[in-house]
């Protein structure tokens, strides 16, 4: 079993920066894809990017790509999705999520998944 808890979510101003975090723990795999995904109120839950555990392998959806950079740190279990540049179309409630497939950017190819953390971006 593997259970993630994401941290650092709040409100931030338009331009400016949030970095979330994602703590895995229980039973992980090397091998496993880390994603992250969003969802704003009344709107289908949307890939936001993905990190491999081994290797460090990097993907990212075309809206985030050049302001989110994800990462991780295999020594502490966790991943990371630094967002720069926010504007208010990026607030939503922001999941990690543990999958075998790579890139793994559909909701059905991952088994676990995080409570979630609200990121708030006002204009």
């Known amino acids: 079993q593997v259970m993630l808890v994401e941290s650092g979510g709040g409100l931030v101003q338009a331009g400016g920066s949030l970095r979330l975090s994602c703590v895995a723990s229980?039973?992980?795999?090397?091998?496993?894809?880390m994603g992250w995904f969003r969802q704003a109120p009344g709107k289908e839950r949307e890939f936001v990017a993905a990190?491999?555990?081994?290797?460090?392998?990097?993907y990212y959806a075309d809206s985030v790509k050049g302001r989110f950079t994800v990462s991780r740190d295999n020594a502490k279990n966790t991943v990371y999705l630094q967002m720069n540049s926010l504007q208010p179309e990026d607030t939503a409630v922001y999941y990690c999520?543990?999958?075998?497939?790579?890139?793994?950017?559909?909701?059905?190819?991952?088994?676990?998944w995080g409570q979630g953390t609200q990121v708030t971006v006002s204009s």
């Open positions: 999520a543990a999958g075998p497939s790579w890139p793994g950017t559909r909701e059905y190819q991952y088994g676990y």
């Open positions: 990190i491999k555990w081994s290797g460090g392998n990097t």
């Open positions: 229980g039973r992980t795999f090397s091998s496993y894809t």
